[in-house]
C-alpha cells in the first residue's frame, strides 16, 4: 500500500490544522493506521492509532483531548484532526499502515508502510 499524507503547514499556538492521508493499493480496510512524527534531533514518537473499523483508537498521552484520529475506508483515507496546538507540536508528521488490523497499536514494528511525511510547524 502506498501512502500520501497532506495538510502539513504553519499555524499559531491555539489554533488547528486537519492532516490527511490517502492510501492506494491494496485494500484499505486491511490495515490499522498510525500516525507518528519526529522533531528535529528526536527520535520518531507514537501519536495516535486506529482500527481497521475505526472501533478502536489509542492516543499517546501528550495528544489526549487534542487530538483525534479518524478514517474513512470508502475514501481509503485518515485523519488527524488537531486542535489546541502547541509550539511542541511542531514535527514532521508520519501515516502508517499496520496489517495487524484489529489493534490500534503504539508500536512502531507493527506498521509495515509508511507515508512521506508532512510538516507541522506551531508558532509560539
Known amino acids: 500500500v502506498q501512502l500520501q499524507a497532506s495538510g502539513g503547514g504553519l499555524v499559531q499556538a491555539g489554533g488547528s490544522l486537519r492532516l490527511s492521508c490517502r492510501a492506494s493499493?491494496?485494500?484499505?480496510?486491511?490495515?490499522?493506521m498510525g500516525w507518528f512524527r519526529q522533531a528535529p534531533g528526536k527520535e520518531r514518537e507514537f501519536v495516535a492509532a486506529?482500527?481497521?473499523?475505526?472501533?478502536?483508537?489509542y492516543y499517546a498521552d501528550p495528544v489526549k483531548g487534542r487530538f483525534t484520529i479518524s478514517r474513512d475506508n470508502a475514501k481509503n483515507a485518515v485523519y488527524l484532526q488537531m486542535n489546541s496546538l502547541k509550539p511542541e507540536d511542531t514535527a514532521v508528521y508520519y501515516c502508517a499502515a499496520s496489517p495487524f488490523r484489529e489493534a490500534a497499536s503504539w508500536l512502531v514494528d507493527r506498521y509495515h508502510y509508511w507515508g512521506q511525511g508532512t510538516l507541522v510547524t506551531v508558532s509560539s
Open positions: 493499493g491494496r485494500t484499505f480496510s486491511s490495515y490499522a
Open positions: 486506529i482500527s481497521w473499523t475505526g472501533g478502536s483508537t
